[in-house]
Structure formats: structure tokens, C-alpha cells
């Protein structure tokens, strides 16, 4: 399975959003990651339309997260980056060629579409069992206690390259 780099760049945001105390410009999290701007821009903006995100705007706007980020999935985030579809989708190759299986001895999907669901379904309850607070703890265990602390120091400080409007 493939995920865009927007799921990356989506996650690593909530994350780092469950560190600050006030709304953060897009363009201060564009730099905290070093990425485009415009690019984390459309991100944002995908996970606002989802509600994980909302924008305040004005000279103290960005993002913030919705809700406490123990109630974020990552699962809710890759469905809002990538969508809700399948990774995989049965296209029934059993029915063409030469040898075709009749479409009334296809009346249940077939076994390598049963499992790619099986696996799809067990992909899945994994990322929702995963909230984003559980990432922001992972981050503090991989790198130190201080790490989120630091993050939100980070934040709450002057902003070398944001524009002078810090709107989201």
C-alpha cells in the first residue's frame, strides 16, 4: 500500500498541534518541517474540511486541532488526506480470458479480493487503535521527555521566515 506524502506531512502537523497553545500559521509549520508551504497549505486545508483542523484568522492565526488529540485517529487522518477507498479493488480478472469463470459461479468475491479485505480491515483497526496523542507520546519516548516541550518552545517563538499576516 502507498500513502501520499501528505498523510506524512498531515500527521507530523497534528502531532506538533498537540504541543501548542495557540493557533500555529501554516508557514511556521512549513518551516518546523522544512517543506513547502503551499503544499502544508493544501494539507491543512484538506484536514480543516474533515474537522481535525480548524483555521483562525488574523494577525494570531493557523491551525488547531478540533478536538483533544486523544480523539484523533490516525486512521481519521489518512482518510482525510487519501480518501476512504480500498487500497485494493477487485476488478473480477477471474471472468476474461480464455478459461473465464461464468459470472454465476462469481457469486462471492474471490479469494485474493477476501484477502486484500482481510488485510485492508486489519490495516486499518491498527491505525484507528493509534490516536495522535499516542504519536506526540511516541515522539517524547524516541527522543527524549522534552522533545514536545521543545517543540512548543519552539512555536511560541519569534518566526524567522513567516510572513509579516501569519493568517492561516
Known amino acids: 500500500m502507498k500513502l501520499s506524502g501528505g498523510v506524512e506531512w498531515a500527521l507530523h502537523c497534528c502531532v506538533v498541534l498537540t504541543s501548542a497553545t495557540?493557533?500555529?500559521p501554516a508557514a511556521r509549520l512549513a518551516e518546523l518541517h522544512d517543506v513547502s508551504a503551499s503544499y502544508l497549505a493544501k494539507q491543512l486545508q484538506v484536514l480543516s474540511r474533515a474537522d481535525l483542523v480548524h483555521s483562525v484568522q488574523g494577525k494570531a492565526g493557523g491551525y488547531a486541532l478540533t478536538r483533544p488529540p486523544a480523539e484523533i485517529t490516525v486512521l481519521d487522518v489518512v482518510t482525510a488526506i487519501d480518501g476512504p477507498q480500498p487500497a485494493f479493488v477487485c476488478t473480477e480478472i477471474r471472468q476474461r480470458g480464455p478459461l473465464a469463470a461464468p459470472p454465476e459461479a462469481c457469486t462471492r468475491?474471490?479469494?485474493i479480493s477476501r484477502a486484500m479485505a482481510t488485510a485492508d480491515a486489519a490495516w486499518r483497526a491498527a491505525l484507528q487503535a493509534i490516536s495522535v496523542a499516542d504519536?506526540?507520546?511516541?515522539?517524547?519516548?524516541d527522543y527524549g521527555t522534552g522533545t514536545m516541550a521543545s517543540i512548543r518552545t519552539w512555536l511560541s517563538g519569534p518566526a524567522e521566515h513567516a510572513p509579516a499576516d501569519s493568517s492561516a
Open 109 to 111: 468475491p474471490c479469494a
Open 22 to 24: 495557540e493557533p500555529v
Open 135 to 141: 504519536l506526540a507520546t511516541s515522539v517524547n519516548d
